[in-house]
């Protein structure tokens, strides 16, 4: 069954550098979005992303945080100077539909130092 | 910002034991969605549920949506062990950002053999 793909697992950063993350949607997928979950707290939304522009974001989606798909295949998130507090499992989800089932992808932590 | 509270935030029974977990909104929601998620790896949909009263079964899950749409129930017969993860609930609300998914907390659930 197909799958969502994120890369890399894991990502060690140092505070102040640039983080690109990225995600290989199931082939189908029309809406992209972009959640992350802080250690022992619930899955928050960042962004979505459909017709190759941001639909909605959050208030955590600020100047720091971009989003791109360059080549209609991988799906991006940039952030430009991480934070200590950008720490976190970073998941992206897609589905194929306005009203079909989300996929999650594994997540990639980051870790920021 | 739209809440789902979640409860309990753990539980931990005995293999073959019955559980109720619940998921509450002061919001209508316009669909809600349950999920499982393991260690490291992302949320996996279970259901989705949009109509008031409805009620649906996957195997020995048994999931209710609330006449008013404001909750919703997940309900396992006789848990066994491999039932064992963190399950989410997530909505959406109409008015708010209709493509974004907010989660719960998420009932952390242990099933001891």
């Known amino acids: 069954e197909p799958e969502v793909t994120q890369t890399p697992s894991h990502q060690v950063t140092q505070m102040g550098q640039e983080v690109i993350l990225r995600c290989v949607p199931i082939s189908n997928h029309l809406y992209f979005y972009w959640y992350r979950q802080i250690l022992g707290q619930k899955v928050e939304f960042l962004v979505s992303?459909?017709?190759?522009?941001?639909?909605?974001k959050s208030e955590i989606f600020d100047d720091q945080f971009s989003v791109e798909r360059p080549d209609g295949s991988n799906f991006t998130l940039k952030i430009r100077s991480t934070k200590l507090e950008d720490s976190a499992m970073y998941f992206c989800?897609?589905?194929?539909?306005?009203?079909?089932?989300?996929?999650f992808g594994n997540g990639t932590r980051l870790t920021v130092t | 910002t739209q809440l789902l509270e979640q409860s309990p935030q753990f539980l931990s029974i005995q293999e073959g034991e019955n559980l109720t977990v619940y998921c509450n909104s002061s919001?209508?929601?316009?669909?809600l969605q349950w999920y499982r998620q393991e260690p490291g790896e992302g949320p996996v949909l279970l259901v989705t549920v949009v109509t008031g009263g409805e009620v649906k079964k996957l195997k020995r899950l048994t999931f209710q949506f609330g006449d008013a749409r404001k909750d919703s129930s997940l309900h396992i017969t006789a848990a066994q062990p491999g039932d064992t993860g963190l399950y989410l609930c997530a909505g959406t609300f109409s008015g708010a950002g209709s493509y974004q998914l907010t989660f719960g907390k998420g009932t952390k659930l242990s099933v001891i053999p």
């Open positions: 992303f459909y017709n190759n522009e941001i639909s909605e």
């Open positions: 919001s209508v929601f316009s669909s």
């Open positions: 989800a897609g589905k194929s539909s306005y009203n079909s089932p989300l996929h």
